[in-house]
């Protein structure tokens, strides 16, 4: 497998899970873990989330941006996890790019209200394991592939290069 074809793999992965856990940094020290209703991944797999800006995971947020993100497909036995930080966003025009209207619910006031800013989450290095597709680097199923960003290009991980 090279980088393009993890990616790819990746992102499959991603778009074919409507839910995922996002998991931050308490300050006491505890990890928080949420189901999370993600938009599809940007290009650079750059996600974003809708929360309220009086959450536990913004708080949590503005204490340590350092974040983790899991999407889990049963059917192909496979994940995703992706390491990286995350910043606040409060711009209208980007709330209302992100912005599902199944969520008038919690909601209210749709993108426009008060309670409603996004989380953009970058990731900064992707595990992924997927044994339908045969992404089991060896020892087989033992360890994931690991991509790491290095500025704008994404660097394979040494346990899974070829030798």
């Given at each position: 497998?090279?980088?393009?074809?993890l990616m790819?793999?990746a992102?499959?992965?991603?778009?074919?899970?409507?839910?995922?856990?996002l998991?931050?940094?308490a300050?006491?020290?505890?990890i928080?873990?949420?189901l999370m209703?993600?938009f599809?991944?940007?290009?650079?797999?750059?996600?974003?989330?809708?929360?309220?800006?009086?959450?536990?995971?913004v708080?949590d947020?503005?204490a340590?941006p350092?974040?983790?993100?899991?999407?889990?497909d049963n059917?192909r036995?496979a994940?995703?996890?992706?390491?990286?930080t995350?910043?606040?966003?409060?711009d209208?025009?980007?709330?209302?790019?992100?912005?599902?209207?199944?969520?008038?619910?919690?909601?209210?006031?749709?993108?426009?209200?008060?309670?409603?800013i996004?989380?953009r989450?970058?990731p900064?290095q992707i595990?992924?394991?997927?044994?339908a597709d045969?992404?089991a680097?060896?020892?087989?199923?033992l360890?994931?592939?690991v991509?790491?960003r290095?500025?704008?290009?994404w660097v394979?991980?040494?346990?899974?290069?070829?030798?």
């Open positions: 497998m090279d980088i393009n074809n790819a793999a992102r499959t992965i991603m778009q074919s899970t409507k839910y995922c856990l998991m931050t940094h300050p006491t020290g505890a928080n873990a949420r209703q993600p599809p991944p940007d290009h650079d797999l750059t996600l974003w989330f809708g929360t309220s800006p009086r959450s536990g995971k708080r947020i503005r340590n350092h974040l983790t993100v899991v999407y889990q059917a036995v994940y995703v996890t992706l390491q990286g995350a910043r606040l966003e409060s209208l025009n980007l709330r209302k790019n992100h912005w599902f209207e199944g969520w008038k619910l919690f909601w209210p006031d749709g993108p426009e209200g008060d309670d409603y996004l989380i989450f970058m900064e595990e992924i394991m997927n044994f045969n992404i680097p060896p020892p087989y199923g360890m994931p592939a991509l790491t290095r500025g704008d290009q394979l991980g040494e346990h899974y290069r070829e030798t």
